[in-house]
């Protein structure tokens, strides 16, 4: 079974050409000098249209590219936003389409998971869901080859979403990416204070308090969790709002991009 894209054409471009090469302006290559040795762990990226938020999330894909052929696993968990579900969703298709192709879901994955009663089948969830969709053109770009875990998050707590990212770890060859949009519909100056708190508090390993901060807090509460355990350190790539881009400063949506390293690696 096939998921097919549902919001390509409206949240990124529907043409492939324009599509990649879209993806390629908005996470460019990092020169070798100035590129961090240490591979991300983990990233929380923003998953609004393209046009608002395509450059806050192409920086920290920007940051794959000189990890692309290491990086051949990738757990996906963004918030749902149209199907309300109990625990975290799995699809019941065996790839994603976008506009770049197809990505083939990780049967190895599937099957660890399913022994973990938070986690179901649910293939409505996905269905309209875009919170993962925005993502898979970026990561087609950037990386060589490889296999995807899917995660749609509804209600669950940050230790049941923790213990499925435990399950997941792995080493080098599998990458975590959080999807989550920050404060929702505040006028520029309110939602500049929130989001910058926001930040703060998950580069200090804190949970968030609501989804007033974040439409993903959940999953981000859940990487969190797991990075306090593996020690992972924290940096902010690149923040902004609507109102820097394409939108409206009277009622903007906040973005950001986070990076998680294992402790071992280079200093960024």
């Not at 989001?195 to 007033?212: K, M, Y």
């Not at 924290?234 to 906040?254: E, I, K, P, Q």
């Amino acid at each position: 079974m096939i998921r097919r894209p549902a919001v390509a054409g409206s949240f990124y471009p529907g043409d492939a050409a324009i599509l990649r090469r879209a993806a390629t302006e908005l996470a460019p290559a990092i020169a070798a000098e100035a590129a961090p040795a240490a591979a991300p762990k983990a990233l929380i990226v923003p998953h609004a249209g393209w046009i608002y938020s395509g450059a806050v999330a192409g920086a920290a894909y920007a940051r794959l590219r000189p990890h692309a052929a290491t990086i051949r696993r990738v757990v996906l968990l963004g918030p749902v936003h149209r199907v309300p579900v109990r625990g975290l969703a799995l699809p019941d298709a065996d790839v994603f389409a976008t506009p770049l192709g197809e990505v083939r879901v990780d049967d190895a994955s599937l099957r660890r998971l399913a022994a973990l009663r938070q986690v179901v089948v649910r293939g409505d969830v996905h269905a309209e869901e875009h919170s993962l969709e925005v993502q898979l053109p970026f990561l087609q770009a950037v990386l060589a080859d490889f296999t995807l875990v899917p995660l749609a998050v509804g209600d669950a707590t940050p230790e049941e979403i923790a213990e499925v990212l435990e399950v997941l770890w792995g080493g080098p060859e599998t990458l975590i990416v959080v999807s989550s949009d920050l404060s929702h519909y505040r006028d520029y100056a309110e939602a500049e204070r929130i989001d910058r708190a926001t930040v703060e508090r998950i580069l200090r390993g804190e949970l968030l308090q609501s989804f007033e901060q974040a439409c993903g807090a959940l999953p981000i509460d859940g990487l969190i969790v797991a990075a306090r355990h593996h020690r992972l350190t924290s940096r902010l790539l690149a923040r902004c709002n609507s109102g820097d881009t394409a939108g409206d400063r009277r009622r903007v949506v906040g973005y950001a991009a986070l990076e998680f390293v294992e402790p071992g690696g280079p200093t960024p």
